[in-house]
């Protein structure tokens, strides 16, 4: 693909924030991620209307989420591989066209089926232009400038992640639940133009084209075999299908680390793991993204089916949590640099346990303005404190355990992990609280499973914090080292921000940003 035409003068790791094709770049990045982002929010609001029109089980509802979740997390560490070799322009504009025909698919879904399959082909598209957004960010812009561009992106991002559930429930209680899917199509629309218009075209000369496809597509299956097990185990029960998905998906894992051992190039190189503070914060963001991915899944059908609110009432309810977020993230993050990473890494996940369980109040009649300032309104704001303590750190604490020149592909690893700990928490929570398959439709059955879940939730943050206090013992290492992260602004409420890679003099690293 030729190189894209581009202001005058404005060429690839050239461009200026404050020049019009400055200006361009982040409007096309900004909205191809914020589809990404928004479909991994906003489709936990509208489950119960879609259950109720396609008349589907909790099960076809967990794996409208999961299939999505699958997807992204098995192949967001190659995509950014992917546009090193091919041209980022052109896969993160493949990774949009794609997405957008995917969310057409969901949006007319004639069943159950065909939304899972869609969905599933979403999160390939969202792999593509995830990585892929940040990529042409970090290659578009002038060294001076790049710090700046990528905290706009976050900003923005950060922005579209906040409002997602509101979105999301107006659409789901004025146009209908389609309307999730189909507002992509205005969005790429608009993106793909603007892309191949205004974004210059960048590679890395030095990636070779060899993709570890092998790895990524067991680690997909791996998952996919114990996810269908856990989903499919509160219906069909021990049977050998469930057994063998389960044995299946456990044996395909150790093939895949296997594999990524014996590779020249792994997607996830085994190395990487031998930093003790690394592996400690991924153990620690897999806890609190499983607990977070299970809260969101079933506390926006608590508050609809139990509590009795709209589609547009469950998002606003929920959304002190991601605005915290989007106000204080920075400031947490500087506090972490201060005092090191051992407090919030620890204090953070008791303080969102205490807010999961805080939940546990809302019930029947819990819909007026003074349950919901009573009892909906302090559980979100002490999770959002917790999230707001604690992901800021989380962040700046994986990249402060590797190599600079591999800030990337740690990021990209810390946020595979922590979509791959929502994926699984989705799968297992219902079967392990003892939901069946149309709990969903009964409002006691449901507010009774609810109440074992959330301790449950707790219970992984609390796990958190214990894996954080006993293992998380270096010093405020990226104060030490004078690095900060450049994704200041966020709402990881689905997975942490992904971080572009800093060039390093002695090892040049490949990340899911691909710089």
């Known amino acids: 693909m030729a190189a894209a035409a581009s202001e005058p003068g404005e060429t690839s790791g050239e461009i200026r924030v404050a020049s019009p094709a400055g200006r361009w770049v982040v409007l096309t990045t900004v909205l191809g991620s914020g589809m990404a982002m928004l479909d991994s929010t906003v489709i936990n609001v509208a489950l119960p209307r879609i259950g109720a029109d396609l008349g589907t089980d909790l099960a076809a509802l967990q794996w409208t989420v999961n299939a999505y979740m699958l997807t992204l997390a098995g192949l967001i560490l190659l995509g950014g591989a992917l546009g ?20 057409l698919l969901c949006g007319i879904a004639p069943n159950a089926g065909v939304l899972i399959a869609a969905r599933a082909l979403q999160g390939v598209g969202g792999a593509l232009l995830t990585p892929g957004s940040l990529a042409l960010i970090q290659a578009s812009f002038h060294p001076d400038d790049r710090a700046r561009a990528v905290g706009l992106w976050s900003g923005f991002g950060g922005v579209g992640a906040a409002v997602g559930p509101f979105v999301g429930g107006w659409l789901v209680d004025g146009p209908g639940w389609r309307w999730v899917f189909l507002l992509n199509l205005p969005l790429a629309a608009i993106c793909v133009p603007v892309a191949l218009r205004h974004v210059p075209e960048s590679r890395d000369p030095a990636s070779h084209g060899r993709f570890d496809v092998l790895g990524a597509v067991l680690g997909a299956l791996a998952l996919a075999g114990v996810t269908y097990a856990l989903i499919e185990a509160p219906e069909r029960g021990a049977s050998p299908l469930v057994i063998g998905s389960a044995v299946g998906g456990v044996l395909l894992g150790a093939a895949f680390v296997r594999v990524e051992r014996k590779r020249a190039d792994p997607m ?138 591999r800030a990337g592909l740690a990021s990209g690893i810390n946020n595979a992990a922590a979509r791959a700990a929502g994926l699984i928490a989705v799968a ?13 439709r009964d409002a006691g059955e449901f507010a009774a499973t609810f109440r074992r879940a959330m ?16 293992t998380v013992r270096a010093p405020a290492a990226a104060a030490v080292r004078g690095e900060r992260p450049e994704c200041a602004v966020h709402c990881g409420v689905a997975a942490p921000p992904l971080e572009p890679e800093q060039p390093s003099p002695r090892r040049p690293g490949r990340g899911p940003a691909g710089t």
Do not use: H, K
Not at 340 to 363: D, E, H, N, S
Not at 429 to 439: I, R, T
């Open 268 to 405: 996830l190189p085994p190395s990487i793991f031998r930093s003790r503070l690394f592996t400690s914060v991924n153990l620690v963001t897999f806890c609190v993204y499983a607990a977070l991915g299970g809260f969101f899944f079933l506390s926006a059908i608590q508050l609809q089916v139990v509590a009795g609110y709209s589609a547009l009432g469950a998002g606003t309810a929920l959304l002190p949590t991601t605005v915290l977020m989007l106000l204080f993230s920075a400031s947490a993050g500087e506090l972490g640099r201060r005092i090191g990473p051992r407090i919030p890494l620890t204090v953070g996940p008791l303080l969102a346990a205490a807010g999961m369980l805080l939940m546990l109040r809302v019930g029947p009649g819990s819909a007026s303005f003074g349950s919901y300032v009573g009892e909906v309104l302090p559980a979100v704001l002490v999770l959002g404190t917790g999230l707001v303590v604690v992901v800021a750190p989380l962040t700046a604490t994986v990249l402060a355990a590797v190599d600079t020149g």
């Open 455 to 470: 301790p449950m939730c707790a219970g992984l943050l609390v796990a958190g914090a214990v894996i954080a206090w006993w």
């Open 84 to 103: 090193d070799r091919y041209g980022r322009r052109r896969v993160f504009v493949v990774g949009v066209v794609w997405f957008a025909v995917a969310s």
């Open 428 to 440: 297992a929570l219902p079967l392990l609280a003892g939901m069946g398959p149309e709990a969903y």
